[in-house]
C-alpha cells in the first residue's frame, strides 16, 4: 500500500514541521543570547590531508556543505520530473524556464528602482533568488490546497533560479576567482560525465569524484553547492523493467535454493538494477535532508536579532524595502505575468499546467527568498545595512507565506465550479495509458458513457489484486459516473496459475460471462488450478465442456498477450497498476486515496467541457 511517491510526500509534509521549529529556534535563540549563537556558529573546523584541507566555520560547512546534498536532491526530483513526470512532455519546460528567468529580473529592476542614487544599489542580487527549502516547505505545509501540479512547476522554476543566481554570485560579487581551481572542478567534472556515459554504475567512484569537484569549486571562490544541483540532473529515472524485476525473481529463486554468499550479492545488485539509481538515492537521501539538513539550515542563518531600533531603522531603508517588494510583490508578478504573456502570444499553447488561482499561489511562494539572499547579502554588505537586508529577507519569507494562506483562502472562497477551474485550469493531463480503451475490445464494468474510466492492470494470483478488489467494488458503489476497466498482467515469474487463470477468464468472457468469473477468480486466489477453473465454470452455469475445450486450445492466450503488451508500452511492471481516465495513479489503492483521485479526474472533466 506504500509507494515511494507517497513517502516522498510524507517526508516533506513532515520536514516542513521541523524547519518551521528551527526557523523559531534560531530567532529565539539570537535575541536571548546573540553572542553564544554567534559564538557558536563562527567555531572553526577543519578537515586536513596531509598539506591539504578545508577550514570553514560551522554556518559554512552547513551552508556549503551539507546543502551540497539538498540541491543534489532537489536536482534528483526535477530529473525524475523531466524523464517521469509532468516535465517529460518537452514543451512543459519553456514557461518555467521562461518564469524562473523573469522572476529574477523583476524583483532586480524593483529593487534598482527603490536604491536608485544610494550607496547600496549594488545589493541588487539579494533581492531575485526564491530559496528552494522554504518554496518546497511552504508547498508542503499548504499543498493541501493546491493541486499536485503545482509543485514540479515550482522546483523547476527554483532550479533555473538557483542555476543563475549562483552564475551571478560567481561574476558579479566575487573578485576572488581562482581561475586555476575552476578550471579543475570542470575538469573532474567532465571526467563525471564520461565515467557516466561509460556505464558505470558504482555510486562510490561519482561519490569521490563529486567530493574532488566541490573541493575545487570551494577554492575556486564559486559556491560548490551547485555540484550537488549538477550530479541530481544528470541521474536518469526510469520505470522498474518487467523483465528486470522477473531476473531478480529468478535470481531469488537460486538464492532461495542455495543461500551462498556469492548468491546473496547477486540477488542484491539485481534488486538495485531493477530500480532507477534516482529513485534509490532518493531514498537514500531524502529524510536526511528534509528532517536534518534543512532544519540545521534554517537554525545556523534565521538566527537574527530583532528590537525596536532595528525594525524602526529597516522600515525606512531602501535595503529592507527593496529586498522585501522585490520578492513579495515581484515575484508574483513576474509569475504571473509571464504565464499570461505566455499564453497569450502561443494562442494557449504554452499555459501553467494548473489553473491561475493555483498559478498566483505559486507566485507568492516564490517570494520566499533566503538561502541565496543571504548569501549575496554577506558578500554585498556590512554592519547596519547587512541587518536591514537580513531583515528584508526575514520579512519576505513571512509576508510570502501570509500572502499564499491568503490566496487559498480567497480562491477557497470561489463558487465550486470556478474554484476548481481556478485550480486545475484547462490544460490537459498528460495521457499514460498507451492503448485507449476500446468498449468494444475491453471489459467493462459500469456505465459505458462514465466521464471516469479506471483502468486496472491486474494478476488474478496477485494477493494486492485481491485486496483492492473490494475497494474497486466500493468506488463503483459510491460513484455513479465511473467505469472501470480489468486488463491482464499475469505475472508468471512469482505466480505460476496466473497466466491460466487470466486464459480462463477469458474462456468465460467467450460465454458472456468474464465479470462473474473474474471475481470467483479473485475470491478463491489459492486454488486456481485447471481442475479448479473447471469447476469455476459449472458454479457459474457456463458450459463445462466448452470452457474446459477453449481452455486447452488457449483461445485467450492471444487477448492476454495483447493485454500485457499494452501494459508494457504504458510502463506497468507490477500489479496492480490502476489509470485514472489515461493517468497513471501513483498513489496507494485504498479506497481514500482512489476516491481523491477520481474527484479529481471528474473534476477536471467538469472543467473541460463547454
Not at 518551521?20 to 553564544?36: C, F, R, Y
Not at 520505470?239 to 543461500?259: C, H, K, N, T, V
Not at 531602501?318 to 504571473?336: D, M, N, R, S
Request: aromatic share 8%; proline share 5%.
Amino acid at each position: 500500500m506504500r509507494t515511494p511517491w507517497r513517502d516522498f510526500l510524507r517526508t516533506e509534509t513532515g520536514s516542513a514541521t521541523f524547519l518551521l521549529a528551527a526557523v523559531l529556534a534560531a530567532l529565539a535563540w539570537a535575541n536571548i543570547g546573540p553572542d553564544s549563537y554567534e559564538a557558536f556558529w563562527g567555531t572553526p573546523l577543519s578537515l586536513e590531508l596531509g598539506s591539504h584541507g578545508v577550514s570553514l566555520d560551522l554556518r559554512e560547512w552547513v551552508n556549503n556543505g551539507l546543502m551540497t546534498l539538498f540541491f543534489f536532491v532537489v536536482g534528483l526530483e526535477a530529473r525524475r520530473e523531466f524523464d517521469m513526470g509532468e516535465l517529460r512532455e518537452r514543451r512543459r519546460v519553456t514557461l518555467p524556464l521562461l518564469v524562473g528567468i523573469a522572476g529574477m529580473l523583476v524583483p532586480v529592476a524593483i529593487y534598482l528602482g527603490i536604491n536608485s542614487g544610494h550607496a547600496s544599489v549594488h545589493g541588487w542580487g539579494a533581492a531575485m533568488s526564491t530559496d528552494t527549502a522554504f518554496a518546497l516547505g511552504m508547498l508542503a505545509l499548504i499543498g493541501s490546497r493546491l493541486p499536485a501540479g503545482l509543485r514540479p512547476f515550482i522546483l523547476t522554476v527554483t532550479v533555473v533560479d538557483d542555476f543563475v543566481a549562483l552564475c551571478v554570485i560567481a561574476i558579479a560579487y566575487n573578485d576572488r576567482i581562482s581561475v586555476a581551481a575552476l578550471v579543475v572542478a570542470l575538469g573532474i567534472f567532465g571526467v563525471i560525465l564520461l565515467v557516466r556515459a561509460a556505464g558505470v554504475r558504482r555510486g562510490p567512484v561519482y561519490a569521490l569524484l563529486a567530493i574532488a569537484t566541490w573541493t575545487a569549486l570551494l577554492k575556486s571562490g564559486v559556491d560548490p553547492v551547485v555540484t550537488g544541483l549538477a550530479i541530481g540532473l544528470l541521474t536518469n529515472a526510469y520505470p522498474a523493467a518487467r523483465s528486470d524485476l522477473e531476473r531478480a525473481s529468478f535470481l531469488f529463486r537460486l538464492f532461495r535454493e542455495q543461500p551462498t554468499p556469492e548468491l546473496e550479492r547477486s540477488v542484491r545488485q539485481g534488486l538495485a538494477s531493477a530500480i532507477s539509481p534516482n529513485e534509490r538515492l532518493q531514498r537514500m537521501f531524502h529524510p536526511w535532508t528534509s528532517y536534518v539538513i534543512v532544519p540545521l539550515f534554517a537554525l545556523a542563518n534565521t538566527g537574527i536579532p530583532i528590537g525596536s531600533e532595528q525594525l524602526s531603522s529597516a522600515v525606512h531603508s531602501p535595503v529592507t524595502l527593496g529586498i522585501l517588494l522585490g520578492l513579495v510583490l515581484g515575484k508574483p508578478v513576474a509569475v504571473l505575468g509571464t504565464s499570461w504573456l505566455a499564453s497569450r502570444f502561443s494562442h494557449g499553447r504554452t499555459r501553467p499546467p494548473v489553473g491561475w488561482g493555483a498559478t498566483a499561489a505559486g507566485g507568492t511562494i516564490a517570494g520566499v527568498g533566503f538561502t541565496v539572499s543571504l548569501l549575496i547579502a554577506t558578500l554585498a554588505f556590512n554592519g547596519d545595512q547587512l541587518e536591514e537586508a537580513k531583515i528584508g529577507i526575514l520579512g519576505a519569507v513571512v509576508c510570502a507565506f501570509a500572502l499564499t494562506c491568503a490566496v487559498t483562502a480567497v480562491i477557497g472562497l470561489l463558487p465550486r465550479r470556478t474554484r476548481i477551474r481556478a485550480l486545475l485550469g484547462a490544460t490537459e493531463a498528460i495521457v499514460d495509458l498507451a492503448a485507449p480503451v476500446d468498449a468494444e475490445r475491453d471489459h467493462i464494468r459500469g456505465r459505458p458513457d462514465a466521464p471516469v474510466t479506471v483502468v486496472e492492470y491486474g494478476d488474478f494470483e496477485c494477493p494486492y489484486c485481491g485486496q483492492a478488489e473490494p475497494v474497486v467494488r466500493a468506488l463503483l458503489a459510491d460513484f455513479g459516473d465511473v467505469r472501470y476497466v480489468w486488463r491482464h498482467l499475469p505475472l508468471t515469474d512469482v505466480h505460476p496459475h496466473a497466466q491460466l487463470a487470466a486464459e480462463a477468464a477469458e474462456a468465460a468472457a467467450a460465454q458472456g460471462a468474464f465479470w462473474p468469473m473474474h471475481d470467483l477468480l479473485l475470491e478463491r486466489q489459492d486454488a486456481l488450478r485447471a481442475s479448479d477453473l473447471v469447476g469455476y465454470a459449472a458454479e457459474i452455469g457456463l458450459d463445462a465442456q466448452r470452457f474446459q475445450q477453449d481452455l486447452r486450445n488457449r483461445i485467450g492466450s492471444g487477448r492476454v498477450a495483447e493485454d500485457v503488451e499494452s501494459a508494457d508500452l504504458s510502463g506497468v511492471s507490477g500489479t496492480p497498476t490502476f489509470f485514472i481516465n489515461g493517468v497513471r495513479h501513483h498513489g496507494a489503492y485504498d479506497i481514500t486515496h482512489l476516491a481523491n483521485a477520481v474527484r479529481t479526474a471528474r473534476q477536471r472533466v467538469a472543467v473541460q467541457r463547454p
